[in-house]
Structure formats: C-alpha cells, structure tokens
C-alpha cells in the first residue's frame, strides 16, 4: 500500500509507507531536495554514502537520512493505523481509490543516487561539475535541462515499486504511482507492471536517447561522441572501464617482469634520433609507491601514506625504425603529445634498470589522468575507472559524458523485476552502471561486472527460449517445455526414442558409452527433435571420447533422412574421423548403410567434384572433412548437422559461413527412413544444428560460446581403465637432457611408443635455442639405435603424414619425431609417452591438448615438458599437477590476463578488467537460465513483462525460427 503525502516541514517531500502484513515502512524522498537543497537541506546531501552493497543494495528512495531514523525508528517498521492515518491525511491513498494528486509530477526528477560519487565528478572543462559542494547546484541546472529535453517522465507504477525493492528486503508490494495507488500482492505485481507500462515508455527507452540529451554536452562534442559510436545513452554507458587505477599505488616493491599499472607524473618526454633510420621515444614517469624495504607487519595505513612513500621513475620506450620516423619533425610532434606535469597511469610489464628504483616498459599503456590531479591524494582510495582509449577523444571527455549520463539514469532503468535480480544476488541495473562506473571499491566493481555479464547471458536465452514457446501451439506445449528446462534431466532423450540407425550403432560399438557421453547424446538427440536449430558446445577433456558422440548425434540426423557434415581444423585429424567411422560402421547391422565422404584441401579436383554432387543430390549422407567444406561451391540436400570440432581453431568468418549454409527443403537424402519423414517436413526450412567440441575451453571460447547462446554439454568422466598421465617438468640443462633420454630408453624397453614434439620442422638462425623436428631426426635416431623413427609436420604432402601416422600406429616407428601438427584429435591409443621441446613456447592449454595424445588407453603414460628457461618452469609446474582442462585453462587466463572487458577482444597481454572469469561467469549463466525460467513461467508470451520484450527485441530482434 501506498500514501502519497507531503511533509509537513517543507516543499516536495514524498512520504510513502508500503505495506506488507499490517507493517509499514517509510520511505522519504525529498524531490526537490536534489534542486533546492536550501529549501530542505535535510534531504539529498551530497555527502549521503551511496550504499552500493554487493547484494543488499540499500537506495532508501536515494535517500537516506537523519529525518528518517527519528521519526520511523530504527527501520520504520512500527505498526500503522490505516484508518488513523485516513482520517488524518486525506491524501493517503488506500485500495483501488482513485490517486488524489498532490502535485505535479512533471518535474520529478528520479531518485538517482548521486550521493556517494561526488568524489568522482568532474573538475574540470565545466567548473560547474565535481566539487562535492556544488552538486547540488549541478543536479538543479541539470535537472531543468532535462526538462527542456523531454526528460524521462514522472515516476511510474514500476519505478516505485522497482525502487521498493531496492530498498529493502520486504514485500515485493507494489507500491502506486504518483498519479495511481494500487495495493498488489505479489502474483499480481507483474500483471500491474505491465497495465502501467505504458506510462513509462520514457524510462523504458531512456537508454536508448540520442546522445545529445545529455545535458551540457554542446553541439560538437555530442558528434565527436557520435562519431565515435557512442550513439544513444545504452552506448556511453556500455563503454565500462578497462581496468581501474589505483590513484594510491599501493604496490609495495616490484620485481622483474612484473605487470604494473601505476599512476604519476610525467617527468620529461623526449623524441630521440639515434641513428640515419633508427629513432625512439622516451616518457619518463614518476611514480610515488610504497618503499618495500621500510614496510613490515606492523605498519599501518596512516604510516604507508606517509613518508615511507618513495620515487621510481618508470621509462616508457617506444622504437621506430625508417628514415621517416627519425625526422625532426616526425620526433617533435611525438614528445609533444607527452606533456610534462601531466598526470597519467601507466600499465605494462617492467623490466629493472641498472639505476636503483629506474625502471623500463616497452610494451605500455598509458592514460592520462586530470592535468591538475594529484595522484596520491584524491578519491579517497577509490578505484579510478580508465577507460578504453578512442580515437581522438580525450580520455578526460569521455569520463565526463559518461557521468553526464549517469546522471540522467533514473532508479528503474531495469527492465527485469527487481525481485527477480535481488533473489540470485544481482545488483539492480541502475546500481550495475554506477558501480562499473565509479565503483567505491573493486568489490562493487565485480559486482556490476556480474549484473552486466548476467544481462548478456539473459538476454541470450530468453531470445532462445521466447522463440522456442512461440513455436509452440498450445499452453501444455509451452508448460511441458518449461518444465523440462526447469529440470535438465528431462531434457534428454531415451535411447528408445533415437533411431534405428542411432541404435545399431550404439550397439556396434567396442564398447560401453560412459555415463558421461550417453549424458551427453541423450541432450543432443533430445535438441535434435526440437524444431528450432540446436547451438551447443560439447566439452570434455581431452580423450573423454567426445568423437563418438558427435558421430551418433551425426547417426541420429542420418536416420532421419538427413545430411551431417563433420568439420575439423587439420587433414590428419579428417583422415582419423574418417577412418574411425568407417570402422565403426562396418559392424552397423543395417541394410542400406550410409555413405561417407573425406573432402580435404588434397582430394583431388575429380574426387571433390563427384563428393560435391553426392552431397548435391543427397546420395552423401555424411561429409568429414577440413575447412573445404565451407567452400562457396560445396552444396548440401539436407544438411541437418554441422560439427565443428575445436571450433575456436576456425575463424569466426569460417564458422559464420558454415552456419548460414542453409538447409535446403529437398530432402533427398537415401537413408530416410519411416521415422522421421514427419518431423522433416514440419521443419524443413530450419537451419543446420550446430555442434562445437572443445576439448580446450580457453577463456575465449567459452566466452564466445556463452555469449553466442551456445547450451553447453560436459563430459566429465574418461572411458574406464584410464589412468593419469604423468608429468615431469625438466630444465634442458645437462642433467635435464640426460635424465630425459633415459626415461625414453626405458620407456622404448618396455615396449612404449612414443611422441617427441618440437617447436619448429628446421633449424632457424634467428632462433638458435629452438630445438628443431628435422634436425634432430638423425641424432634421434642414432642414439635410439633399434627403434625406428619416423618424422611428421605440417610441410609434408597429405599422403607422407597419413604414412608417418599410420607407420607409429601399427608399430612400425616407436618414435615419432612431430610438430604441434598432432596437437589436436590424434589419437593412437598405445602411445605412451610424449616428450616436449622448448615447451615454453607453448600456451598451457596446448600443452594439455599435447598431452592428452597419450594416456588414452589402458597403459600408465607419461608427458616430458622440457624447459630451456629457467623463469618458465613455474607456469610449467602448473601442468605437473593438474590434469584438469577446466582448471587449466583458468590458470591461462590468470597468467595471461583476460582479454577484453565482454570477451570481445583477446589481448593476453593486460591483466584487465577482470569481467570474463570463467569460474564466476559459469555461475552466472545458470543464474541467468534460472532467471529467464522464473519471467517465462510467469508469462510465457512476456505480455507481463513488456519492457522486458522490449529490451529483447532491441538487443536481439526476435528473427523467425532459424533464421
Ligand atoms: N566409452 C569408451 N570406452 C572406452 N574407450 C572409449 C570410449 N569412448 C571413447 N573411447 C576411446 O577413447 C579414445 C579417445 O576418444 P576420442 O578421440 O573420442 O576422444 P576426444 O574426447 O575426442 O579426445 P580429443 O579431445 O583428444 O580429440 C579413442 O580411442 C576412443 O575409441
């Protein structure tokens, strides 16, 4: 229940007490406050904390304070008199009755919650901006701006209640409007939400406002802005932080090769010429930090601000090399840009110089900060945001129109109820921009992270959801649906219901299916029978024996009287599947077996032409091959599946092609067979499913998949008898080589066969301390005298590394001499060591990829990374224990950083913005599926949830079934 009164002490004080059994709360908000704070000054004071909670928000209407507590108590929670207060405020709004208007809502201003992140405004360019004190005077002329500009309307039903529940743990009562009172019990609060919607159109497409509503920008600089993409109100805020500086820097000594991002003062910039085409840059900064040496335990904060502070200089190079770039003129524009006194972050890996606390950066970044801020004395320890840089605007620019923007967001941005994101822990939308913006610290920081991550992943499976229950005629249709994806276990399919084929070959298989992969068929089959194309990631670890489900998942559309192509990054990987599944069809008891094509880059011209026109007129049932198979002139009858295996080896182009490949209406293929002849008319004009497999889930993989609305399988078991591969981690010194030899001696002996990989096939001058494939053929083969050598890598002809493959399977070679050539898929189940040169030079998850080519059968296997630095063998010793993919590829992501702020670029280089941590992010797609099930049940069409669809259909236009 809502009242609707003024307070009696000054102008334009809203009290509203809701209600939830028969106890009120009070919410004070003093509208006016925010322009006339000396009419009220008791209200809105700038100084107010923003209590930006990790998961228990507090926003008291924005305005928490004083007045509050001694008149409501310690939570306003004392009992009410309805009909007292009735008598006594005829104002107060009880039931349907109609609102009794008290004012003009047209000049509210929404509860923003600008207090707590005065410290961040801006000083400069507008004077009016920044000091604390004269905020309040920035909100007044802002406020009558935003007027002028058609200004986000009076508050709606949904934005006090959305600001109710940001409140305070209570009720999910909807509290009425200024211009309508409802009292609504919880089921009934959507259905209001919606009735209300259309009185808040404004708030709904606030996001969505040109730039030039900001306030205070002029005319150029909305069309530098729009120039640089920042179009609407939703694009400047979405350009989060890149990382945020620490304006104290809190580091306490630095060490070699470490990544730091500090922030100081420029001390010289100077263009050098050092020779007729050879010239360089250098930007000395002057950092203030902590001084190691004089820290111990018992120092406290007080004394680390003080005088144990010293001064590194940290010297920023840049080389040129050309005539051109030596020029006079050429270096001068250059140290120019760099000015002293300017205050700057500066993030890259250090390098010690002989100089005492001088230190180089090669590879850096730098942003300037404020030309007038001092670094170790403002923000009060608060993150400082640093934003991606953009072409030709200044960094100080940006920040200021982003917080020009911020201040225009009112309370109820969310287009998702604030029940729903307050009950898995999410911060409200409104509080996601502030904190990602001016977090008080990285905490609040992660949590916004969090809330913005989540949209994507929500937004992304409501689109997929949405579309499936519109393809659904009936109410029980759409319920069953939704019951089915509310528990997973029953979205797999029973063995029964695959098809015969699908069967026969399950049956003709050497052995049992793991838990695991029949987990994981009976999810893919069920997708299968769904009449929108399915988009899931098969994951698993190396070896769990992913390549048989995807051939049955192949099977299962092959029974249906469709076509499967199968698509893998190298030609030995294509050849292998090939093979594989020729030999496991052999034993298929069927009549009319399906027919299987190899299409690689070395089939020749005649052969590819007749495998094209097979699978032209369908007589191909099944394609295997290499990227050839995404080329222009490759056509299918009734392409109904397309596997990717290690997807993130194709570029996003090659998979794009391979997923618009359209499935044609001909279903021509000859197995078809009686079962599903049906279902295939009923969807014939969908799209090919598509099914990744990775066996490496590096960050950005995952990212893209989660991002690329992708439902994910894992494999989490290995077939039975395997046993855990060991490792040894050895440096290439004397003894290290010594010691390696051995273990490939008594490994020979006791019958082993064995991979040794190499870096690169020849011998390089530039690279003298890469060991090299052919080089070290001859030694190899001499000292392993009796075991046969072979030698294998990507220079070969196809048919010489099929041969040098096929010799090492059949025993004929003991010893393969390879490249990273057999990284991926190979599979010799009797290989029982692996032994890698110059491992350094390899990522960690291709290492796990390596090292997953052995242990793959019954016999104890073993790994060698041989080291020939000595600074490398602390990330090898990660692999040394740990044989988990997932945990693995997370460690990558740590010591290589995590790439773009949403996945979208993956630089390895910056430990930044930490927003795609696998870990968490894995958390919070399930919380997001959990959240898309909760607004789905309630309203399956979201006529409930208007401002939901329409948050929908703007991100991901709602585009007919396979389209
Ligand atoms: N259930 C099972 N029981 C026993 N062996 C199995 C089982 N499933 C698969 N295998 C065998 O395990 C080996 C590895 O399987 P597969 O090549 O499918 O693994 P993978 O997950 O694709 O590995 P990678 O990621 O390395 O490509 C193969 O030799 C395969 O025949």
Redesign the pocket.
Known sequence: MLMSLRCGSCVGVVLEHRFRNGVARRHYRCEFSLFRPSVCGRFGRPGFPHQLGLCSSVHNGGVPNEWDESKSGEDGGEKFDVSLARKKFPSIIVGNSLPVDLYDGSSYLPPTASPGFDGYFPDSGDSSWGLPSRLCESWSSLSLSLDEVDTVSGPSTEEIANSSFVNEADAPIVSGGLDNAVVIEDDLHDMVVAEKHSGSTSVQFLLDRPINCIPGLTKRQCSQLEKNGFHTLRKLLNHYPRTYADLQNAHVGIRDGQYLISVGKILSSRGVRAGYSFSFLEVIVGCEILDRGNVTCEHNDAEHNGKEKKLICLHLKKFFRGARFASHAFLRSLQEKHKTGEVVCVSGKVRTMSSQDHYEMREYHIDILRDDKEPSHCDGGKPFPIYPSKRGLNPDFIRDAILRALKMLSLDIDPIPRDITKEIGMLSLFDAYMAIHLPENVFQADSARKRLIFDEFFYLQLGRLYQMLEGLDTEIEKGVLLDRYRKPELTSSFIEEWSTLTQQLLKA??????PG?LTAISEIIWDLKQPIPMNRLLQ??????????AFLACVEVIGSGFQAAFMVPTELLAIQHYE?FLSLLENVDVECKPLVALLTGSTPARQSRIIREGLQNGDISLVIGTHSLIAEKVEFSALRIAVV?EQHRFGVVQRGRFNSKLFCSSVSSKIASHDVVEQSQSNSHMAPHFLA?S?TPIPRTLALALYGDMSLTQ?SDL???RMPVETYVLEADEHGLETMYKMILDELEDGGKIYIVYPIIDQSELLPQLRAATADFEAMSQRFDGYKCGILHGRMRSDEKDEALRSFRNGETCILLSTQVIE??V?V?DASMIVVMNAERFGMAQLH?LR??VG??TRKSSCILLASTSSSLTRLKVLENSSDGFHLANMDLLLRGPGDLLGKKQSGHLPEFPITRLEIDGNVLQDAHLAVLKILGRSPDLRLFPRVKAELSMRQPLSPLGD
Request: hydrophobic residues 25%; aromatic residues 2%; charged residues 20%.
């Open positions: 298989l050497p052995y049992e299916l793991t992969q698993g670890d190396v070896g769990c024996g992913k390549t048989v489900v594989h295996d497999m066996a494999i077939p039975p008898g991926i898929g599979d189940p990829q997953g080519r793959r059968g």
